[in-house]
């Protein structure tokens, strides 16, 4: 399986498995609460970044700060990406993280409207740098622009070989955000990611 149809397959698995319960355990927490921000930080491999004695801070800024303005976000836009950037600086200055927390903001922007962000990963960023589009730290808007970028053709692969949300049944998941889930696992396989992980989730996702 290459590149391509993996991370259409990956897409479509990990949405109905844990990536895609994890997203609604999101959305569905309003307010977001201490267990449910723990199961997401684990998920993500954010915990240890995020200790237990920083986790009431955390909390307080993604419900005052973050979260209403995530989940009013509809639709891919510049001001969207900019937002995450912006949210990442105003959580150091209300001491809520120890670092700009973009990386983490941006998976949370993902589980609420995931067919508008993708996460701040550093496996995509070598791939965008390896395709030339280089990306300033904690820049989330240029890696945006920069992955949208490699979107048109890619799409275009997957539409001349019938990769798409009906054809392999991704129930739960809409065309967009089926394109953005693949887009994206298909720049992490770009840039090292372990392709053998990835047909890991297709294997337990047929098991299922």
């Not at 993500?44 to 801070?57: D, E, G, K, Q, T």
Request: charged share 25%.
């Amino acid at each position: 399986m290459d590149h391509e149809e993996l991370a259409a397959r990956a897409a479509v698995a990990c949405w109905n498995g844990s990536e895609g319960r994890n997203a609604a355990a999101i959305r569905d927490a309003n307010p977001l609460d201490s267990a449910s921000l723990t199961d997401f930080l684990n998920a993500w491999i954010l915990a240890r970044a995020n200790p237990y004695s920083r986790r009431p801070a955390l909390l307080a800024f993604l419900n005052s700060y973050a979260m209403p303005v995530l989940r009013a976000i509809k639709q891919p836009s510049d001001q969207a990406y900019l937002l995450i950037e912006s949210l990442s600086r105003l959580a150091v200055a209300e001491q809520a993280t120890r670092g700009r927390p973009t990386s983490m903001l941006s998976k949370l922007g993902h589980a609420v409207s995931p067919s508008v962000f993708v996460p701040y990963d550093s496996r995509v960023q070598k791939a965008l740098r390896a395709a030339g589009k280089g990306v300033r730290a904690h820049n989330y808007s240029d890696y945006m622009q920069a992955v949208l970028s490699e979107k048109p053709a890619f799409d275009q692969e997957l539409r001349r070989r019938g990769l798409g949300a009906d054809n392999l049944k991704a129930a739960g998941m809409t065309q967009s955000l089926f394109e953005m889930r693949a887009l994206d696992k298909w720049l992490m396989l770009r840039g090292g990611f372990n392709a053998s992980r990835m047909e890991r989730d297709i294997r337990m996702a047929g098991s299922a």
